[in-house]
Structures are given as structure tokens and as C-alpha cells.
């Protein structure tokens, strides 16, 4: 690019374009992008203004030029970014810049929303390319809330121009976004992604975004951008509270505080431009020295590295038969929950494997992420060795990942680095190479540090490296286990990097395997390994962790190892852990009692089958709580508490039947889904719980699902009773629209409805078999159609 | 004016998951102590709202958003002047009852109730201050796109009209829902004499069909 930007200097930005149109009478709700084309000349002048008051970089006029924003306006989105670009050009000076504005297009990214991350990214690439062949010199992304957003868009503009590309997000006082995106995430996803300049914009006034510009200057060594509000609109009046005079004196400071590039947001105006371009005229952004804080994060939360980290290990199908049933079945509510229960545990980072023989780990690694993104907002690790597993995985993964793993071997590490530069992911290095595992520590080192280098190579930052020396089972092996943290030291005190372990296989084919694992874990550590790969939910492993962070300072005041220990609530837990009370398996049903009827289900089993416990026990019992529930002796959190209970004691005989690889217990198959359109699925999801309590196979599909989807499902799993629900009226033709398009395709099965709005008339209306008035009901259908 | 959440009513929290009065045990009354403390403390309310006169031909002066149906109309038949407004529990209030689900589904119901409970109080706590601040002058009503005639699309020009994703941080979906879920929009009209219940009760509704407050036999109150 000719005229590229100095970081080295103070650039001046301009200031808001949509206050400046309506002070020409653009109405509250107009779209300000048509008057690209219908007003030129006015968007012009408002450019030529702010150039004038010493703008060196002018935004277009396309902030929200996007598909769905514009819908219905005659116009589409390339037009609308070519027109905006051709109006900036007309008032640039031969030394502006125009750089192309992209806003948030207005609908939330999957999985807390219904667009998807491809149509997102289309969204954006359609503005950016139009922008680009019209003449841009950059792309500015602004006014971001959702760091998922923003990667579709960087994501956009680097596979699609060759455009330097800046992206400011906007925050609330808290330092967080809308959607709880932290600053120090943002720092470390965009500084991964390779975006060249990143800071705030809107929401804020000047005193507070510098505020926040002190956090964000530790994460990152960026260029810095700071383009405030002139404070908060009166809502009455809509007149603004900062002066320019103000607003220019607040922000000299930015340039000490390491920004560069300056301007302003809603409610500033050429004036406030002139000012701010005549007060920093004789200063410069000061330079940063310390190197920036580094860890891996989700969206909204950061595992920074330096003290220890926990690597949850638990979502993996390894020798675990209920974990393989869960993805053969696609049950990714379960996986969901060994999230969650990981994190309950102690865990900082969770690794993810979900490789399976005969199953498509591509697509699976990409919903299983998701999934857990929707509950969880631990850091993950994707563990695969198929690069196009990883790729899926890491293209909608919100955050800075970690990559698990490559190895010294040559193939290896050219097909698995370059995902990791892209997607701005870390990478653990396994010390391994075309002549299997070295028996030394110092042919491992030496992996290592060759691992290290190829990474340099494809641009990857030495800090975002981990080595896994290898942890040997100590059993078979018993001289390895030296020669393992001898190479844990020198990797972390020659090398300078960090290191991972997967501690738990030291102790394979011992007895007492957590004494070995867990003394094992203490001498890794000391000898510097900071992530260690371990089981969060075995209590003694955790302990260890727990009195390492004491002793080697981290835990300040041993406040955490306290709260551990000594809480009320870990008393509590200790006793818990002692035989449940006398009781049986309907009284523990009934009062919603989880680890009693888990228990309790466990002593069944030595004198029962596994069928007789459910047909005898635990169905029996949840029918007592449901005849309660119809009399409105108790309510639907009630009946949902012993259901949940209930659950319990059939995952103890879904796990015996696993075990001993014998049949899958089900009442037959029910498929249920939430119709396209609607977003509202927590009635969908009681009936889930109900159902499978009932020991049917519920198939899942989700909320705002399509009938073309529901159609191939229920005749691929051969499902003889569908579920719909809908909450919303205007869902309720989506709902018609299924059922037809299920007679249509000649499979028969029945149709049972609900959702707050459904009528027993308005089912048969639209065709349905049944109405289910609530969860309980539902069970009583799918006994009346499948036994 | 900031958006308030000053407290989560226990009775209007069982009344949305149809409580009929049957006995709670200690731990269930705990449990529903326990959510609704959680909510509050989570809820991040936020509200945007704007004042436009209402001019004869039923436009908004300066607004491109022309709020549509025969129910909006009557609703502010003797008044000068409409408030828009929007108010959100914020992002993290919807991730406590979806993290609670695919553990504990009755925890997640007793969230999500709370959550409900909780934005009527921010919405009540918004009219009340736009009320004090607004006096002598008296409210209607709050009516939301959706509601009677209202049509559920004019969510869309109404999102425009107070930019209420940049102000508040809500999107709307395809299908014209509000994410996060718990946010509600509204017009509210400003009339110089005080406002009664409208008349005609359920029969004058065209959605009295399908109406979940009928179905438990509640009404919204509206008409």
C-alpha cells in the first residue's frame, strides 16, 4: 500500500458519521447507508469536514452497508460499500486514508444465536470484497460485542483482500462487552488472529476507555486504538454531556498510555476532531517494553500462563465405553456436562479428543466445540492428529485454543503449524519424532527445541509453545520416569518454554494408582511443568495441585488451599461421601436425593438385572412422583428434581450395561426438536429430561431446526414418535410446515405437539396426533405409541 | 436514569411455572431462595428508551418506525406523546439458565422464572421513573410488538429506531426474537389525563386462541 500508516506516530481518526447525519435529518431508524447513493454529496461533506479538521484516516459510511440490516431497501450490500467508499474518496487529500467501516450486522452468532459462523462470514465477505475493489486502504471492523463476530470478520478480510485490518470493540466500565467478552481475551484472540492495530470504540467516554486502554496495553504489543463517545445521549434530548474541549484534554493521555491511533465515537464532531488533532500534535505514543501477558481463553475467560494449569483429561473415549455410547449416539449434552463438571473440579483448560473409529471426527470436533462453548467458558484443547478435524474445530472455536498435538516429525508439524498461525492458536509439541520416543532427556530436549524452531519458522511465538515430554508408564519402565522430569526441567529452564504432561499413565497396572500419579505430578511440577494433563475429579490429584500453588507461592496466603479445605462446603462433602441413610429408591426419587438414588441403584444391581432395576425401581418410582405432579401435590421443578435423580440411578445401569458391552436399554427411539424459528427450547429440554428418565432414546436435534432435518432424521433412525414444540405464534405454521413435510415423505410415524401457545384443537388443526399439555404427559403418549 | 433490578417476586416466579400451591420441602424453597439470589446478583440490567411526539396522522415525529395494528391506535388515542423503550438482563442472565441445563433442568426452570420475574421488575421500575419524571403527565400501559395486532416484525423497525443493539447489546433473531431472551420492548404513551384499563377484556383479543395466560386462566391484563 502506498500510503501505509506509521504506528510509530499519532494518527488522527475521524469522528461519528451518524450523529453528523442526523444533524442534517437523517430520522431516528433511517438507514444511513442509502444515502451513499441517494445523498452523496451530503456524505461527502461530512467527510470533507472531519479531513479538514485533521482526520488522517476517514471511515466510510457502511457501518451497518450488511444483508440483514439492509433488507428490503432495494440496494444490496456491495453496492452500498462501493457507493460509501467512492463518497470518502471524493473528500480525501492525497495523504488520507479510507478505511472500509464494518459494524456488527445485528444478529447474534450460533451457539447463543441462530446465525451461523459460514453465513456470518459470507455477510462480511461480501461487504469487504465490494469495499476492497472499490478502493479501500483498510479494513476497520468497530463496534464488535462478540468476539465470535469479530473472527468471522477478520476471518473475512484476510482470506478475502490484502487490506491491513483493525478491529475496536466496545466495553462497558465493567471491561466487559454485551456478551462478557474480557479485554485481555480479546487481546489474545485478535493478537493470534494477525489483525494489525486493536482497541475500543462507542460505548464508552474518553476518561473511562482509557481506563480500560491500561489492561489492554499489558495483553498485547499491538498499535493501540482509542475512539471514544462524547459521554453518554441525555435520552430525552439526545445531546451529549463531553465538550470538545473536554473530550481533547482526556485524551492527551492516550499517547503516554501507548495509543496511536485517535478519534472519536457517537457524539463527537468536527470540532471535537480539531481539538484533539491541535492537542496531541507534538506528542507520541509511548513505547511499550515489558513483553505482554500471555495465556490461552474462551470468549470471556483466560487461563493466563505462569502458575499452574489444569488440562481437565476426562473428554476423551479412551477406554471409556459410556463416553464412545455418548458419540456414537451424538449426545452432546453429555459431553457437555463432563465440561462442566471439570470445571466444578478445578480445571483451568479442558482438552478435547472426540476421535472414534467409523465416526466423522471433522464434524464432530466442530459441534462437540460448540456445544461446549454454549455452557462452558473454559479455554480448550482440541487433541487430534487429523489436521481437518483440528481446522474445524479451531475455525469456529471462540477464543485463543490450544492444539494438541504435533511431534518432531517432519509431515507432521508442515501440515499442523500452519493451522496454528492462522487461527492464532498455541501448540503443544510432543518430544517424539520418525525414530519413535528418544529413551534420553537429552534427545528429547532436542525434539524440542527442533519442535520450537519450526514453529518460529511459520511465525508462531516461542511463548505459545508447549512440550509434552512424555510421561512413561512407570510399571513397565521404571527408569523413565527420571529421564521424563530431568527433560521437564531442562525444557523449561534451557528452552524457556512451557510444558505439558499427561501425568495419569505413570501409574498404570500399580495398585493405589493416585498415590504414584499424584507424587508423580508433585516432582513434575517442581521440576517447572505448569500444565499438567491430569483427571480434575479424582480429589487427591486436585489436592496436590492445591499444596504445590502453597508452596510454591502462588496460592497467595494459602487463601485458596483455605477455601479448599476448610470451607463449610467441603465439610459437607466429606460427609457425604459416607454411606447414604437407610432409604429406598422411591423415597430417594421422590425427594430429588442425586448420590442416594446413585447409590442406591449400585446395591440394586448386586441382586438384580439391570432390567428389573428399571422396570421395578426406578420407573415405578418416577411414576409415584408423576401421579403427585397430576394432582398438583407438587410442581414441575419438583418432578424435574426427582427426575434428575432418577437420572442418576440410570446412568449407574447405563455404565454396568457398557461394561459388560451387552445390549443398550431403551424403550424405543423419540425424536424431538424445537421448530425452525424458534429459539425458545427450555420446555423442549424438560421433556427431554422426562423422557429419557423413562428409559426412551431421545435423538436431540435442538432448537430453530428445519423440517427437511427432522424428515431425514426420522426416517434415517427409522423414529416412530416425533416431538415439535413452539413457543412463539408466529413459530406455530413452522410447526404445520414439519408435520406436513413429515406425511409427505410417506414415513409413518406419530406426531405428539406442545409449547405454550398450542391449543388440543390447534394440534389437530395442523395435524399433529397428540398434544401434550406438559413433560409428564409426553411420557404418557410415547408409553401409549412405543410400550 | 439507569436501569434498576431491585427485587425478584417469589409469588410471580411460581406463578410462570404454574405453581398450584402444593407443599414445598426446606430444600426446594431453598433451591428457589438459592436462584433467584443468583439472578439478581447476575442480571446486568441495562435500558434504552426515547421520547417522540405523536403526531396526528399517527406517525412519530422524527422517528422512521410507524408502530402498526388497530390496538396501538386505540391504546393511544388521547395521547401527546410516546416513549420507546427496551430493556435487557444482559447476556449473562440467559448463560446461567443454559449452563444449569444439561445438568440440573430444574434448576434451569427455576432461573429461567427468575429471569422473567426479574425483567418485569426492570420494566416496572423504568415506567415508574419515567412516570415521577414525566408528571403531572400520566402513563399507559406498556403494549409490545407481538401483543393483539401488533405484528412481531415491527421488532425490526423499532430496533432501528432506538439502536437498541449498539445501546443495549440485544439482537434480534431471523424470526424477529430478542436474544438474550430475557429483554422485553415496548411503547408506552404519555397522556395528560390518567389512563383506565382498557375495556373488552379477553373476548376483544385476536390472539385469545392461543394465548398462554388463558390457557393456565390468567390474562396479560391488557385488555
Known amino acids: ?787 | 436514569m439507569e436501569a434498576r433490578l431491585t427485587r425478584i417476586d417469589r409469588a410471580e416466579l411460581l406463578r410462570y411455572l404454574s405453581y398450584r400451591g402444593g407443599e414445598l420441602s426446606e430444600a426446594e424453597s431453598e433451591q428457589i431462595a438459592r436462584c433467584t439470589e443468583r439472578m439478581m446478583q447476575t442480571a446486568r440490567p441495562r435500558a434504552v428508551w426515547r421520547l417522540f411526539d405523536l403526531l396526528p396522522d399517527g406517525t412519530l415525529s422524527g422517528c422512521a418506525y410507524r408502530p402498526g395494528g388497530e390496538d396501538i391506535r386505540v391504546l393511544l388515542a388521547d395521547c401527546k406523546s410516546v416513549i420507546l423503550m427496551a430493556a435487557t438482563l444482559g447476556a449473562e442472565a440467559d448463560a446461567l439458565s443454559r449452563r444449569a441445563r444439561s445438568r440440573d433442568m430444574a434448576e434451569a426452570m427455576l432461573l429461567d422464572a427468575a429471569g422473567s420475574a426479574a425483567i418485569e421488575n426492570v420494566c416496572d421500575n423504568l415506567c415508574a421513573d419515567l412516570a415521577a419524571v414525566l408528571a403531572p403527565a400520566h402513563l399507559t400501559e406498556r403494549f409490545s410488538p407481538g401483543y393483539g395486532d401488533m405484528p412481531l416484525t415491527d421488532q425490526i423497525p423499532f430496533f432501528r429506531a432506538l439502536d437498541v443493539s449498539r445501546r443495549i447489546g440485544v439482537s434480534l433473531s431471523e424470526s424477529c426474537l430478542m436474544l438474550p431472551q430475557k429483554s422485553v420492548t415496548a411503547l408506552v404513551g404519555v397522556s395528560d389525563r390518567p389512563q383506565p384499563r382498557r375495556g373488552g377484556g379477553c373476548a376483544s383479543c385476536p390472539r385469545r386462541e392461543s394465548c398462554a395466560f388463558r390457557k393456565d386462566g390468567k390474562s396479560c391484563g391488557l385488555f
Not at chain 1, 468536527?270 to 491541535?278: G, K, Q, V
Open chain 1, 1 to 787: 500500500m502506498g500510503k501505509a500508516v506509521d504506528y510509530s506516530e499519532i494518527v488522527i481518526l475521524d469522528g461519528a458519521m451518524g450523529t453528523m447525519l442526523q444533524a442534517e435529518g437523517l430520522r431516528a431508524g433511517e438507514l444511513p447507508e442509502l444515502w451513499n447513493l441517494t445523498q452523496p454529496g451530503r456524505v461527502s461533506a461530512v467527510h470533507r469536514r472531519y479531513v479538514e479538521a485533521g482526520s488522517r484516516v476517514i471511515y466510510t459510511n457502511t457501518f451497518g452497508a450488511n444483508r440483514y440490516k439492509i433488507a428490503g431497501c432495494g440496494h444490496d450490500a456491495a453496492e452500498l460499500c462501493a457507493a460509501g467508499v467512492r463518497c470518502a474518496r471524493a473528500a480525501a487529500k492525497e495523504d488520507t486514508l479510507v478505511a472500509l467501516d464494518i459494524g456488527p450486522i445485528g444478529r447474534l452468532l450460533e451457539p447463543l444465536g441462530d446465525l451461523s459462523f459460514d453465513d456470518a462470514y459470507e455477510t462480511f465477505r461480501e461487504m469487504i470484497t465490494a469495499g476492497a475493489e472499490a478502493g479501500a486502504d483498510l479494513v476497520v471492523i468497530e463496534t464488535m460485542s462478540d468476539l465470535a463476530e469479530v473472527r468471522a470478520a477478520v476471518l473475512a478480510a484476510k482470506e478475502n483482500c490484502s487490506l491491513p485490518v483493525w478491529v475496536t470493540m466496545t466495553f462497558e466500565a465493567s471491561g466487559r462487552s454485551f456478551v462478557g467478552v474480557t479485554v485481555p481475551t480479546m487481546a489474545l484472540t485478535l493478537s493470534g488472529l494477525g489483525v494489525d492495530a486493536l482497541g475500543f470504540n462507542c460505548g464508552l467516554g474518553p476518561r473511562e476507555q482509557l481506563a480500560l486502554l491500561r489492561e489492554l496495553r499489558e495483553w498485547t504489543d499491538l498499535p493501540l486504538i482509542v475512539k471514544p463517545n462524547a459521554g453518554l445521549p441525555d435520552p430525552a434530548t439526545g445531546a451529549y454531556a463531553v465538550t470538545p474541549g473536554d473530550f481533547a484534554s482526556v485524551m492527551r493521555d492516550a499517547p503516554a498510555l501507548g495509543a496511536c491511533l485517535l478519534g472519536g465515537c457517537c457524539g463527537t464532531t468536527p470540532d471535537f476532531i480539531r481539538a484533539l488533532s491541535e492537542v496531541t500534535r507534538e506528542l507520541r505514543p509511548a513505547k511499550r517494553t515489558a513483553p505482554p501477558r500471555r495465556g490461552v481463553c474462551s470468549a470471556t475467560a483466560v487461563a493466563e500462563l505462569g502458575g499452574v494449569r489444569v488440562i481437565g483429561e476426562r473428554i476423551n473415549p479412551t477406554g471409556k465405553p459410556r463416553f464412545q455410547q455418548a458419540l456414537r449416539e451424538r449426545d452432546l449434552d453429555y459431553i457437555a456436562a463432563r465440561a462442566i463438571e471439570q470445571q466444578e473440579a478445578g480445571a483451568d483448560i479442558l482438552d478435547v479428543n472426540v476421535g472414534l473409529p467409523g465416526l466423522d471426527e471433522r464434524a464432530m470436533m466442530r459441534d462437540t466445540v460448540r456445544a461446549i462453548q454454549e455452557v462452558c467458558d473454559l479455554p480448550l484443547q482440541l487433541d487430534s492428529s487429523d489436521p481437518a478435524a483440528l481446522e474445524a474445530g479451531l475455525r469456529i472455536y471462540n477464543g485463543k485454543a490450544i492444539v494438541n498435538s504435533v511431534n518432531g516429525k517432519a509431515a507432521v508439524l508442515e501440515s499442523i503449524l500452519p493451522l496454528c498461525k492462522k487461527y492464532g492458536a498455541a501448540v503443544i509439541g510432543l518430544c517424539m519424532d520418525e525414530t519413535g520416543i528418544p529413551q534420553s532427556w537429552e534427545a528429547r530436549t532436542a525434539v524440542a527445541r527442533r519442535i520450537r524452531d519450526a514453529a518460529l519458522s511459520y511465525g508462531i511465538p516461542a511463548e505459545d509453545v508447549f512440550i509434552d515430554c512424555l510421561t512413561l508408564t512407570v510399571s513397565a519402565q521404571q527408569e523413565q520416569a527420571a529421564e521424563t522430569l530431568r527433560a521437564v526441567r531442562c525444557v523449561t529452564e534451557e528452552l524457556g518454554l512451557h510444558t505439558v504432561l499427561g501425568v495419569s499413565n505413570i501409574s498404570f497396572g500399580l495398585p493405589s494408582r493416585e498415590t504414584i500419579t499424584a507424587s508423580f505430578l508433585t516432582q513434575a511440577l517442581y521440576a517447572g511443568l505448569d500444565l499438567p494433563i491430569i483427571n480434575p475429579n479424582q480429589r487427591a490429584i486436585m489436592d496436590a495441585v492445591a499444596a504445590f500453588r502453597v508452596l510454591s507461592g502462588e496460592d497467595r496466603d494459602s487463601e485458596a488451599y483455605i477455601r479448599r479445605f476448610a470451607s463449610p462446603e467441603a465439610q459437607k462433602r466429606a460427609e457425604e461421601d459416607k454411606a447414604p441413610r437407610e432409604m429406598t429408591i422411591a423415597g430417594s426419587v421422590m425427594r430429588g436425593l442425586r448420590q442416594e438414588t446413585a447409590e442406591l441403584t449400585r446395591r440394586a444391581l448386586e441382586s438384580m438385572s439391570e432390567l428389573e432395576v428399571v422396570d421395578h425401581l426406578l420407573i415405578p418410582a418416577l411414576d409415584r412422583v408423576g401421579e403427585r405432579y397430576e394432582r398438583g401435590e407438587i410442581f414441575l421443578p419438583q418432578l424435574i428434581n426427582a427426575a434428575n435423580a432418577a437420572c442418576e440411578g440410570f446412568e449407574i445401569v447405563k455404565k454396568s450395561i457398557a461394561r459388560r458391552g451387552g445390549q443398550k436399554l431403551s424403550k424405543g427411539k423419540i425424536l424431538l426438536a424445537t421448530v425452525q424459528g424458534d429459539l425458545h427450547d427450555i420446555g423442549k429440554n424438560i421433556v427431554r429430561v422426562v423422557l429419557e428418565n423413562y428409559g426412551y432414546t431421545v435423538i436431540d436435534l435442538g432448537r430453530d431446526v428445519p423440517p427437511e432435518k427432522i424428515v431425514e432424521t426420522a426416517v434415517r433412525e427409522e423414529i416412530r414418535l416425533v416431538g415439535l414444540s413452539a413457543l412463539m405464534t408466529t413459530t406455530v405454521p413452522s410447526m404445520a410446515e414439519t408435520i406436513a413435510a413429515l406425511r409427505r415423505s410417506g414415513h409413518d410415524c406419530r406426531v405428539m405437539v406442545g409449547g405454550a401457545v398450542l391449543t388440543a384443537d390447534y394440534a389437530a388443526q395442523i395435524g399433529a396426533d397428540y398434544y401434550a399439555r406438559d413433560a409428564k404427559q409426553s411420557a404418557d403418549i410415547a408409553k401409549q405409541v412405543l410400550g
